[in-house]
């Protein structure tokens, strides 16, 4: 697994020999350990043993027992990353606009333009690429916002692309913004909980995904006390898009008068609030989801990323991708963009007013952030997020003394600041290796290829309905 190690491929095909054994054990030793536990906190040189899906022991070492032993000197072991929202069906149209100017650019011709021809086949390729591309990036659980439901095949076909590549799905439900669709959202929930989400100890999640308001697309798919209810009947969560601005901090301010704010509930964005809509929020102990670069370059609200205010209220914030169309697909640059920006304001505001220091947050921050408050947001603080005996087997193996990482001096600086997709060598998902080697596993490149191109070549040679044909179908 580093510089020194040849034994992976062996490694791997050991695994493969036990892969039917329900507690295989696989242990790491002589890592640097990121458990992003606050009780843990970071082991310059420990072992981690993995039996089954789920984290058996962590510590200095030695671990000893019957397990297949990876040698992980020279790398860092990090939970893997957690994206709160991504609007994963789009993906084979990813960087198609990369200077997309506003909000309307990428409404009018993503949502009301491609997304209305967009069949089940092609909700499944751009869903599995999207999933594949995170594991590849380290993003272990994905929060897949699938708002364009268009039938009952067209959400099916979005969690069967879940399933197939073994990623952590949060399927997020939704129906589309315009063009013509069944309208059997939000009640075919149900049907999606009874055939897909019947345990609770599985790696697919169901939540709810609602707008903010009704201006972009109607009062159907706008959140408020008849979803809430029917989201606590069926024991799930709602994450809320396109929150921002006065008329988002309205709806705030009449969720918390109605009730239907808390932990159970995602806010999208969060942009550009007012404090009084923040100050409900975090009495609630409501969740949000940032996402950085979508807030800055897109220029949603004030295009700056909401995480002061989430800090002030006491909301440690998940991170999210949001739209491959414009947007990198990796957490790597969410962390650093964020990090980046909030250092800025902080010095700007000292440099523009000549005020106190205000706190700049740290490359931990950003971390916990990726990780174990992505996963708090999603519903999953319990499951994934931290290297914490006891949670699913949801880890990151970084090569530490690759040519952009060496020396290893500050290992979180090194997993944000220093490192990308090429230093990840090992990717696990409740304990099964997806990628390995720096390879993901299981994946015909050339046949996937093949679908992408096909699935977009349809997608942008097929006629959108007119707009005044959408206007008189939403």
Do not use: C
């Amino acid at each position: 697994m580093n510089a020194h190690d040849t034994t992976s491929t062996a490694v791997l095909e050991q695994l493969g020999r036990r892969s039917a054994d329900t507690r295989r054990r696989i242990l790491f030793t002589g890592a640097t350990i990121v458990t992003m536990d606050p009780d843990l906190g970071v082991l310059d040189r420990g072992d981690l043993l993995v039996e089954g899906d789920t984290i058996a022991a962590v510590g200095p070492g030695p671990i000893t027992g019957d397990a297949v032993v990876v040698d992980a000197t020279g790398t860092i072991l990090t939970p893997g990353f957690v994206d709160t929202h991504r609007h994963a069906w789009e993906t084979q149209l990813r960087r198609i606009m990369p200077d997309v100017d506003d909000l309307g650019a990428y409404v009018t011709t993503t949502l009301a333009g491609h997304a209305t021809v967009y069949r089940p086949q092609d909700m499944y390729v751009g869903t599995r690429l999207a999933a594949l591309t995170a594991i590849d990036s380290g993003i272990t659980t994905m929060l897949d916002f699938s708002h364009n439901s268009r039938t009952r095949a067209h959400s099916d076909a979005a969690i069967q692309a879940l399933l197939d590549t073994g990623i952590r799905g949060v399927h997020a439900s939704m129906g589309p913004h315009f063009g013509t669709w069944d309208r059997q959202w939000p009640a075919d929930l149900t049907r999606l909980k009874e055939q897909y989400f019947s345990s609770d100890d599985q790696l697919l999640t169901l939540r709810m995904a609602t707008l903010a308001t009704a201006e972009i697309a109607g009062p159907v798919l706008a959140y408020g006390p008849e979803h809430a209810r029917a989201a606590r009947e069926l024991g799930i969560g709602v994450s809320v898009d396109a929150v921002f601005g006065k008329a988002s901090s309205d709806a705030v301010l009449g969720w918390a008068a109605a009730g239907v704010l808390g932990p159970d509930l995602t806010l999208i964005h969060a942009t550009g609030l007012t404090p009084e809509a923040w100050r409900a929020m975090g009495e609630s102990g409501t969740t949000v989801a940032l996402a950085p670069t979508s807030d800055a370059q897109i220029g949603l609200e004030t295009a700056i990323p909401a995480v002061d205010e989430a800090l002030s209220v006491g909301i440690r914030p998940g991170l999210s991708i949001d739209v491959e169309v414009a947007l990198a697909s990796d957490m790597f640059t969410q962390m650093r963009t964020l990090h980046a920006i909030q250092r800025m304001r902080a010095v700007n505001a000292v440099y523009a007013t000549d005020r106190s220091p205000s706190r700049r947050i740290t490359t931990r921050d950003v971390l916990d952030f990726a990780t174990l408050q992505g996963a708090r947001t999603n519903g999953l603080a319990g499951v994934t997020g931290s290297l914490t005996p006891g949670k699913k087997a949801d880890l990151l193996v970084i090569r530490a003394e690759d040519l952009n990482n060496m020396p290893l001096n500050d290992p979180i600086g090194t997993v944000v600041l220093g490192s990308d997709a090429r230093n990840i060598s090992a990717v696990l998902v409740d304990g099964v290796p997806r990628k390995w080697n720096g390879q993901v596993l299981d994946v015909d490149l050339p046949a996937l290829r093949d679908q992408v191109r096909a699935s977009r070549e349809y997608v942008l040679n097929t006629p959108a309905p007119r707009p005044d044909v959408i206007a008189r179908r939403r």
